[in-house]
């Protein structure tokens, strides 16, 4: 996922992209999401549970469907893990993410610039028990 990303440019604080940084940018993309909001229904009470059989979809149908199914499970299960931990390393992670979403060190925060790079290592070492309890990442860094 972060491999071609990592091929371009080098992102200031991040040296060396590791698990973590990638069940980060899952639950970014996830949390990142559009969710329309209506104030009346979007379907026909009477259909609105229909749902399409998968024997039609093609591989790249099904394939885009797991990654979805996959990403959306992980962002659920980190969103709460984020939440938990305090306004620096919050800010310092979706920094970090918005920076290798678009390759680069183009975005920043006001709010801590000189300990961005240190609360972000600070918000990935306070999350990897929980990450690795949960099987997301391993217990020891690699």
């Known amino acids: 996922m972060l491999a071609e990303i990592e091929l371009r440019t ?3 604080g991040i040296t060396m992209y590791d698990e973590i940084d990638d069940a980060l940018y899952a639950w970014y993309k996830w949390a990142d999401g559009y969710h329309e909001v209506r104030g009346h229904s979007g379907a026909d009470p ?3 549970d229909f749902r399409a059989s998968r024997q039609w979809m093609d591989y ?3 394939n885009d469907l797991v990654d979805y199914q996959l990403q959306k499970t992980k962002g659920e299960l980190i969103d709460p893990l984020i939440q938990k931990l305090g306004l620096r390393h919050r800010v ?3 920094t970090a993410m918005r920076n290798m979403e678009c390759g680069g060190s183009v975005w920043s925060s006001n709010r801590n610039p000189d300990t961005q790079e240190d609360d972000y290592r ?3 070492e306070l999350l990897r028990p929980k990450l690795a ?3 997301l990442v391993n217990r020891k860094e690699v």
Do not use: V
């Open 60 to 62: 790249n149908d099904l």
């Open 92 to 94: 310092a992670i979706n």
């Open 46 to 48: 009477t259909c609105r």
């Open 122 to 124: 600070e918000a990935k």
């Open 10 to 12: 080098p992102i200031a």
């Open 133 to 135: 309890s949960m099987g």
